[in-house]
Protein backbone atom coordinates (compact mmCIF):
# COMPACT_ATOMS: atom_id res chain seq x y z
CA UNK A 1 0.00 0.00 0.00
CA UNK A 2 2.82 2.43 0.60
CA UNK A 3 4.17 1.98 -2.59
CA UNK A 4 1.30 2.40 -4.53
CA UNK A 5 0.70 5.47 -2.90
CA UNK A 6 3.89 6.56 -3.55
CA UNK A 7 3.02 5.53 -7.44
CA UNK A 8 0.18 7.64 -7.16
CA UNK A 9 1.30 10.72 -6.19
CA UNK A 10 3.99 10.70 -8.53
CA UNK A 11 2.35 9.70 -11.53
CA UNK A 12 -0.93 11.74 -10.87
CA UNK A 13 -1.42 15.31 -10.66
CA UNK A 14 -3.15 17.07 -7.33
CA UNK A 15 -6.04 18.01 -9.36
CA UNK A 16 -6.80 14.79 -10.90
CA UNK A 17 -6.30 13.07 -7.17
CA UNK A 18 -8.79 15.69 -5.58
CA UNK A 19 -11.33 14.41 -8.25
CA UNK A 20 -11.04 11.51 -6.88
CA UNK A 21 -12.62 12.12 -3.34
CA UNK A 22 -16.18 11.10 -2.64
CA UNK A 23 -17.16 13.65 -0.23
CA UNK A 24 -20.21 12.21 0.36
CA UNK A 25 -18.69 8.43 1.63
CA UNK A 26 -19.93 7.83 5.33
CA UNK A 27 -17.98 4.58 5.37
CA UNK A 28 -14.75 6.02 3.93
CA UNK A 29 -14.02 9.08 5.69
CA UNK A 30 -12.28 12.38 4.05
CA UNK A 31 -9.40 11.34 6.03
CA UNK A 32 -8.79 8.06 5.13
CA UNK A 33 -9.36 8.92 1.33
CA UNK A 34 -6.88 12.01 1.81
CA UNK A 35 -3.93 9.63 3.02
CA UNK A 36 -4.73 7.16 0.44
CA UNK A 37 -4.62 9.73 -1.94
CA UNK A 38 -1.82 11.11 -0.95
CA UNK A 39 -3.54 14.60 -0.13
CA UNK A 40 -3.11 17.09 2.76
CA UNK A 41 -6.17 16.73 4.24
CA UNK A 42 -6.08 20.61 5.66
CA UNK A 43 -5.73 21.90 2.13
CA UNK A 44 -8.73 20.47 1.28
CA UNK A 45 -11.09 22.61 3.54
CA UNK A 46 -9.13 25.83 2.76
CA UNK A 47 -12.02 28.33 1.37
CA UNK A 48 -9.87 31.90 1.56
CA UNK A 49 -12.24 34.65 2.06
CA UNK A 50 -12.93 36.39 -1.54
CA UNK A 51 -10.89 39.07 -1.83
CA UNK A 52 -11.99 42.95 -2.74
CA UNK A 53 -12.56 44.51 -5.83
CA UNK A 54 -9.88 46.51 -5.46
CA UNK A 55 -6.88 44.56 -4.02
CA UNK A 56 -7.76 42.40 -7.38
CA UNK A 57 -7.13 45.65 -9.18
CA UNK A 58 -4.06 46.62 -7.67
CA UNK A 59 -2.41 43.21 -7.24
CA UNK A 60 -3.05 42.78 -11.29
CA UNK A 61 -1.19 45.87 -11.75
CA UNK A 62 1.55 45.30 -9.71
CA UNK A 63 2.20 42.06 -11.67
CA UNK A 64 2.49 44.00 -14.94
CA UNK A 65 4.79 46.17 -13.34
CA UNK A 66 6.77 43.73 -11.94
CA UNK A 67 7.15 41.49 -14.97
CA UNK A 68 8.01 44.30 -17.03
CA UNK A 69 10.69 44.90 -14.14
CA UNK A 70 11.43 42.16 -12.16
CA UNK A 71 13.84 43.88 -10.39
CA UNK A 72 12.14 46.15 -8.65
CA UNK A 73 11.09 46.00 -5.09
CA UNK A 74 8.15 47.08 -3.51
CA UNK A 75 9.39 50.62 -2.40
CA UNK A 76 9.94 51.32 -6.21
CA UNK A 77 6.82 49.78 -6.82
CA UNK A 78 4.56 51.73 -4.49
CA UNK A 79 6.17 55.11 -6.27
CA UNK A 80 5.59 53.88 -9.90
CA UNK A 81 1.78 53.42 -8.35
CA UNK A 82 2.27 56.96 -6.32
CA UNK A 83 2.81 58.37 -10.31
CA UNK A 84 0.20 56.58 -11.41
CA UNK A 85 -2.09 58.61 -8.77
CA UNK A 86 -2.76 55.25 -6.64
CA UNK A 87 -3.02 56.15 -2.47
CA UNK A 88 -1.73 52.69 -1.95
CA UNK A 89 0.80 52.95 1.22
CA UNK A 90 4.54 50.83 0.46
CA UNK A 91 3.94 48.35 3.04
CA UNK A 92 0.56 47.32 1.28
CA UNK A 93 2.44 46.54 -1.54
CA UNK A 94 5.05 44.62 -0.01
CA UNK A 95 2.32 42.45 1.73
CA UNK A 96 0.41 42.38 -1.39
CA UNK A 97 3.86 41.19 -3.69
CA UNK A 98 4.31 38.39 -0.84
CA UNK A 99 0.86 37.19 -1.58
CA UNK A 100 1.11 36.94 -5.33
CA UNK A 101 4.52 35.21 -4.84
CA UNK A 102 7.11 37.81 -5.46
CA UNK A 103 10.52 38.76 -4.97
CA UNK A 104 11.42 35.22 -3.80
CA UNK A 105 8.75 34.99 -1.29
CA UNK A 106 5.92 32.04 -1.48
CA UNK A 107 3.40 32.33 1.47
CA UNK A 108 0.97 30.10 2.26
CA UNK A 109 -0.01 28.88 5.77
CA UNK A 110 3.07 29.73 7.88
CA UNK A 111 5.00 30.46 4.56
CA UNK A 112 4.78 33.89 4.51
CA UNK A 113 9.06 34.17 4.58
CA UNK A 114 11.83 30.96 4.39
CA UNK A 115 11.93 29.53 7.70
CA UNK A 116 15.27 30.42 8.61
CA UNK A 117 15.73 26.88 10.17
CA UNK A 118 15.79 25.33 6.52
CA UNK A 119 18.79 25.29 4.72
CA UNK A 120 20.50 27.24 1.81
CA UNK A 121 22.52 25.55 -1.15
CA UNK A 122 24.86 27.99 -3.03
CA UNK A 123 23.98 29.12 -7.03
CA UNK A 124 26.38 26.73 -8.91
CA UNK A 125 25.15 28.44 -12.12
CA UNK A 126 27.61 31.14 -12.19
CA UNK A 127 29.66 31.21 -15.07
CA UNK A 128 28.62 27.28 -16.06
CA UNK A 129 28.43 26.40 -19.79
CA UNK A 130 24.72 24.62 -20.45
CA UNK A 131 25.78 22.26 -23.02
CA UNK A 132 22.91 20.06 -23.48
CA UNK A 133 19.35 19.56 -22.88
CA UNK A 134 19.02 18.21 -18.78
CA UNK A 135 21.97 19.12 -17.32
CA UNK A 136 20.00 21.67 -15.52
CA UNK A 137 16.45 23.00 -14.43
CA UNK A 138 15.30 25.65 -13.16
CA UNK A 139 11.84 26.12 -10.95
CA UNK A 140 9.66 29.24 -10.11
CA UNK A 141 6.00 29.54 -9.56
CA UNK A 142 4.18 33.02 -10.86
CA UNK A 143 1.07 34.79 -10.34
CA UNK A 144 -1.56 34.40 -12.82
CA UNK A 145 -4.70 36.79 -12.89
CA UNK A 146 -8.24 36.16 -13.12
CA UNK A 147 -11.17 38.21 -13.29
CA UNK A 148 -12.46 37.83 -10.13
CA UNK A 149 -8.65 36.68 -8.21
CA UNK A 150 -6.09 35.08 -8.88
CA UNK A 151 -4.19 31.45 -9.37
CA UNK A 152 -0.53 30.17 -9.16
CA UNK A 153 1.59 28.78 -11.50
CA UNK A 154 5.00 26.47 -11.36
CA UNK A 155 6.91 25.22 -14.03
CA UNK A 156 10.21 23.42 -14.00
CA UNK A 157 12.14 24.30 -17.43
CA UNK A 158 15.26 22.80 -19.04
CA UNK A 159 17.59 25.91 -19.82
CA UNK A 160 19.07 24.34 -22.37
CA UNK A 161 16.30 24.03 -24.80
CA UNK A 162 13.50 26.45 -22.81
CA UNK A 163 11.59 23.67 -23.07
CA UNK A 164 8.88 23.26 -20.20
CA UNK A 165 9.17 19.61 -18.64
CA UNK A 166 6.39 20.09 -16.20
CA UNK A 167 3.62 22.83 -14.75
CA UNK A 168 0.97 22.87 -12.63
CA UNK A 169 -1.84 25.95 -11.62
CA UNK A 170 -3.06 25.36 -8.11
CA UNK A 171 -5.63 28.44 -6.18
CA UNK A 172 -3.41 28.20 -3.23
CA UNK A 173 0.44 28.05 -2.26
CA UNK A 174 0.30 24.64 -0.57
CA UNK A 175 3.72 22.91 -1.16
CA UNK A 176 1.68 20.05 -2.93
CA UNK A 177 0.91 21.29 -6.12
CA UNK A 178 5.20 22.26 -6.40
CA UNK A 179 5.91 18.78 -5.40
CA UNK A 180 3.85 17.08 -7.92
CA UNK A 181 5.36 19.21 -10.64
CA UNK A 182 8.84 18.77 -9.93
CA UNK A 183 7.92 14.84 -9.68
CA UNK A 184 6.59 14.49 -12.83
CA UNK A 185 9.23 16.40 -14.40
CA UNK A 186 12.21 13.70 -12.50
CA UNK A 187 9.83 11.08 -13.89
CA UNK A 188 10.34 12.63 -17.44
CA UNK A 189 13.90 12.82 -17.00
CA UNK A 190 16.73 13.60 -13.99
CA UNK A 191 18.89 16.51 -14.76
CA UNK A 192 22.36 17.27 -12.85
CA UNK A 193 21.02 20.54 -11.40
CA UNK A 194 17.92 21.60 -10.02
CA UNK A 195 17.94 25.88 -9.67
CA UNK A 196 15.50 27.42 -7.63
CA UNK A 197 14.92 30.95 -5.66
CA UNK A 198 15.48 30.84 -2.06
CA UNK A 199 11.44 30.54 -1.55
CA UNK A 200 9.91 28.76 1.78
CA UNK A 201 8.77 26.05 -0.81
CA UNK A 202 12.05 25.91 -2.37
CA UNK A 203 13.98 25.36 1.06
CA UNK A 204 11.51 23.00 2.43
CA UNK A 205 12.80 19.36 3.27
CA UNK A 206 9.98 18.21 0.85
CA UNK A 207 11.76 19.89 -1.82
CA UNK A 208 14.81 19.01 -0.90
CA UNK A 209 14.73 15.96 0.51
CA UNK A 210 13.01 15.23 -3.15
CA UNK A 211 15.87 16.16 -5.16
CA UNK A 212 18.49 14.21 -3.03
CA UNK A 213 16.66 10.82 -2.87
CA UNK A 214 16.73 11.53 -6.83
CA UNK A 215 20.70 12.41 -6.87
CA UNK A 216 20.12 16.02 -8.01
CA UNK A 217 22.46 18.62 -6.77
CA UNK A 218 20.63 21.68 -5.52
CA UNK A 219 20.93 24.96 -6.62
CA UNK A 220 19.70 28.18 -5.38
CA UNK A 221 19.43 31.90 -6.32
CA UNK A 222 21.05 34.60 -4.33
CA UNK A 223 18.55 36.41 -2.32
CA UNK A 224 16.97 39.08 -4.09
CA UNK A 225 18.51 38.16 -7.25
CA UNK A 226 15.33 37.30 -9.57
CA UNK A 227 17.53 37.51 -12.53
CA UNK A 228 19.36 34.47 -11.64
CA UNK A 229 16.49 32.59 -12.54
CA UNK A 230 16.51 34.35 -16.38
CA UNK A 231 15.39 31.92 -18.18
CA UNK A 232 12.33 31.35 -16.46
CA UNK A 233 11.63 34.95 -15.64
CA UNK A 234 11.65 35.00 -19.37
CA UNK A 235 9.18 32.35 -19.85
CA UNK A 236 6.79 33.99 -17.67
CA UNK A 237 7.35 37.65 -19.47
CA UNK A 238 5.96 35.22 -22.60
CA UNK A 239 3.28 33.58 -20.95
CA UNK A 240 1.74 36.95 -19.63
CA UNK A 241 2.39 38.99 -22.49
CA UNK A 242 1.33 36.53 -25.38
CA UNK A 243 -1.68 34.74 -23.22
CA UNK A 244 -2.42 36.15 -19.58
CA UNK A 245 -2.75 39.91 -20.70
CA UNK A 246 -4.65 39.30 -23.85
CA UNK A 247 -7.37 36.89 -22.18
CA UNK A 248 -9.86 37.78 -19.29
CA UNK A 249 -9.53 34.56 -17.64
CA UNK A 250 -13.30 34.03 -15.56
CA UNK A 251 -12.52 31.18 -13.92
CA UNK A 252 -9.81 28.96 -12.80
CA UNK A 253 -10.92 26.43 -15.33
CA UNK A 254 -10.39 28.71 -18.29
CA UNK A 255 -7.01 30.17 -17.12
CA UNK A 256 -6.08 26.09 -17.20
CA UNK A 257 -7.59 25.63 -20.42
CA UNK A 258 -5.18 28.70 -21.77
CA UNK A 259 -2.26 28.01 -20.14
CA UNK A 260 -2.29 24.32 -21.21
CA UNK A 261 -3.24 25.91 -24.93
CA UNK A 262 -0.14 28.38 -25.11
CA UNK A 263 2.23 25.98 -23.00
CA UNK A 264 1.90 23.62 -25.85
CA UNK A 265 2.25 26.17 -28.58
CA UNK A 266 5.25 27.52 -26.63
CA UNK A 267 7.02 23.76 -26.20
CA UNK A 268 5.92 22.61 -30.01
CA UNK A 269 5.12 25.80 -32.43
CA UNK A 270 6.61 28.65 -31.52
CA UNK A 271 10.33 29.30 -32.88
CA UNK A 272 12.59 30.85 -30.62
CA UNK A 273 15.45 33.22 -31.74
CA UNK A 274 17.31 32.60 -29.25
CA UNK A 275 17.35 28.30 -30.49
CA UNK A 276 18.00 29.54 -34.02
CA UNK A 277 14.39 29.58 -34.71
CA UNK A 278 13.81 26.24 -33.72
CA UNK A 279 11.00 24.87 -31.12
CA UNK A 280 11.81 24.36 -27.66
CA UNK A 281 10.72 20.48 -28.32
CA UNK A 282 12.72 20.06 -31.41
CA UNK A 283 15.95 21.26 -29.41
CA UNK A 284 15.12 18.77 -26.22
CA UNK A 285 14.54 15.90 -28.23
CA UNK A 286 17.47 16.73 -30.89
CA UNK A 287 19.97 17.30 -27.35
Do not use: C
Request: aromatic letters at 12%; glycine letters at 4%; a positive charge.
Amino acid sequence: MRGSKKNLASETTREARIALLEWDRPELPLTVQSQLLSLNRTSLYYKPAPPSPEEIRLKHRIDEIYTQYPFLGSRRIAAMLHREGETVHRNTVQVYMRDMGLAAIYPGPNLSKRNLQHRIYPYLLRGLTIKRPNQVFGVDITYIRLRQGWMYLVAVLDWYSRFVVAWELDQSLEIDFVLDTVRRALAVHKPQIFNSDQGSHFTSPQYTDLLKAADVRISMDGRGRALDNIFTERLWRSVKYEEVYLHDYATPREARNGIYRYLDFYNHIRPHQSLDYQTPSAVYKLG
